[in-house]
């Protein structure tokens, strides 16, 4: 995504925005502090996509199972498609005997758009 930016000349605009989103969500923690615990979380939902923020996941075996199946599917965007497969293939790693109950697909095949 970056390197697209670059490409068309518009990275330093993009930068310039996520340091004011920043900003912006730390002010808005900041108006909370002491009155509203809440103030910092809520903070997060000024959020926009485009940054880079870490998140950890929890889930039970059932929930990982469920989204690596749900997000492989050819039809999903390649970004959460590789995810997904990767959530899959760390838990085969650590639990091998579980993970012919994944029903997920290989993200290293060609896609067929055309096939239903």
Known sequence: MLLDMEDAGVRGRFDT???RVQTAVQTLAALGA??????????????????RKRALFKMDFAEAVYISELRTTPS???????????MYEAVARKYPALAKYFRV??????VDLLQR
Do not use: C
């Open 17 to 19: 925005a996520m340091r």
């Open 76 to 86: 999903g965007h390649v970004s959460y498609r590789n995810v997904a497969y990767a």
């Open 105 to 110: 697909h290989d993200v290293t095949a060609p």
């Open 34 to 51: 002491g009155k509203n615990s809440e103030a910092e979380e809520n903070s997060q939902y000024a959020i926009p996509l485009a940054f």
